[in-house]
């Protein structure tokens, strides 16, 4: 009996609303379909109308969680476009926001992700570390999202001791929650159940379907752009890629918590090796003119390598802005992941790859054959996977060792 | 993948731990309307806009990304315009704050940006 279920069509409230059409046989997925472009906002386009600097506060808007990432990466690529010497400084501190941004969205990923298998108490517990990042960003930046710190040339607002001093902290923090937290993964019955063995991509798989981040580095493809292109100060900061070769959900969760880890050390040597004074920008103003010229941009945002090509006809505004974002390229990877397992496992599995998690806003299950449909929106179908372990754990647990 | 290891087998053990830990502490929430938490130093909330300051030269309308701000014709600035401000569509950005000359707009530190009207969010000269 050949089962097909879609997955996700819009909702006003979501970030990035995808489309899933799965086929099932009894509860095992045979085959997957993404579809997207559900919320065109036009933010490309937008770009053409809206002059360089105006553009930094657009483009932040593309992601609300790594917003940092997209400001940052535009600027980089506009600071190619001026052909700007950005101040030393001003990249320590964006590089620092960038790795805050890291911290707070893979702890925000982890509550997710355990909300979606059903441990919404470290699912509370992640949220409020995460809350000691945000207070810091929010200290740094004036804002806790979107923080507007990156401007073309450097950045807008210095960074003061009191500041470095809280960032030491905070690093410090979030880096034994993490171990904490990898200990909760490595150990608790429950997680490994649900993760351990679920949505596997093999290696092959994640360098053939060009995955990117976390996505990638836990399928053990040391992919990181950090790390293999190294823009801003990452040339000289020592650290080293995380990867794991268990392929699957639960080695998604240890990358991105061991990340969180390195992180952290990022930030604490980039505390300890901030230059004391100098210039935080360089001199391009609101209504300078850039020369006729074009620039690649890419930046390792929390969910993978993020990619922007700018083209700029000597005028005030840019010609063409092209984004690239993560979840893109990671999405058809998905495909891949639920093939063989089995209903219950699609949200930690789509959860795994980081999109928005809000994209299964609806489950329809069509029987094909008899045309009998059913809709379940996503708590439903969390419940109902949450359901579905409890009654076949055992077996579960015995076909997975 | 994980190897099957004593502790493995312990259920609800090291969550349960932190669990009880946290059962005796103060909540982390804040009852937000009741409590009023104040915002950092530096904070980007609500522009606050001084006339007496302000020249009319009009930069601040051109930089602002969301078109929060026109210029109105004013007696009160030298150049006989002033900047009018639809706080509404205002994203906090800064770029008016950080262009003008004589920095006749600045921050508050008061982020309760929900009202009834959107009249009350305008700033008129
Ligand atoms: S803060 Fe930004 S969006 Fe708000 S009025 Fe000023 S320039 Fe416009
Ligand atoms: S930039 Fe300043 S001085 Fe010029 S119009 Fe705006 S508020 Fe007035």
Redesign the pocket.
Known sequence: MSVKIPIGPIHPMLKEPINFTFYVEGETIVDAEPNIGFVHRGIEKLTENKTWFQNL?LLEKVCGICSSSHQGCYAQGAEMIFEANVPEKALYIRTLMWELERLHSHLLWLGVIMHEIGFDTLFMYTWRDREAVMDLVEMISGRRVGYSINTIGGVRRDIDYRMLSKALDVANFIASRAEFYERVVLRERTILDRTDGVGVLSKVDAIRLNTVGPTARASGVKRDIRYNLPYAIYDETPFDIVTDDGCDVLSRIIVRIREMIVSAEIIKWIVFNMPKNGPIAAKITHFTKPPENEAISRVEAPRGELFYYIKSNGSLKPERVKIRTPTLANIVSVIHMVKGHYIADIPPIVAGIDPCMSCMDRVAIIDVRNDKKSLFNHDQLVRYAIKWYKKNYRWLREERR | MVEGGEEIDMPWGIVLKEALRNLFKKPVTINYPVVNVEAPEGF?GL?SFNISKCLGCGN?AR????N??TMVPSDKTRLKRAPR?E?A?????????EVCPTKA?SFTRNYHTAVLKKDELVINP
């Open positions: 506060y | 980007r522009l601040c930089v602002c990304p969301t929060t701000i401000f706080l569509k205002c994203v906090f950005c800064g770029s008016c704050v707009i």
